[in-house]
């Protein structure tokens, strides 16, 4: 019951994805409260060159409290939600992402492990 919107790179070989600065996911949900556990990997190449990275969302329109990363490895982005049916629209963004070079012509910003609103 998970649609991916734009931003989003190809899977790796461990089912991982890549995003760009702006990714989106379109969820379908019942009525209430739900909460979103996106388990994401701040990369160590990303700290190094750009410092701290601010994850901010919106849930069909309405912001999030924003999530600031400064250190690499694993981390989650919880946030509670409250549906009233139908689907919800989640959009993301990146204050910065690693620009396309010659060694990887992608934008880069966070990599995604898994998404899940429950």
Do not use: C
Request: avoid cysteine.
């Amino acid at each position: 019951n998970l649609e991916l919107l734009a931003g989003w790179h190809d899977s790796e070989e461990t089912g991982w994805r890549w995003t760009g600065r702006e990714f989106g996911v379109r969820v379908r949900a019942g009525v209430g409260r739900r909460v979103l556990t996106m388990k994401l990997y701040v990369a160590e190449e990303s700290v190094r060159r750009l410092g701290a990275i601010a994850l901010h969302a919106t849930v069909n329109g309405v912001a999030l409290l924003p999530a600031v990363y400064d250190t690499a490895g694993m981390e989650s982005y919880v946030r509670e939600l409250e549906a009233e049916g139908g689907e919800l629209e989640l959009r993301f963004s990146l204050d910065k992402a690693l620009a396309p070079e010659e060694s990887d012509s992608r934008e880069r910003g966070i990599i995604v492990a898994s998404i899940q609103v429950a």
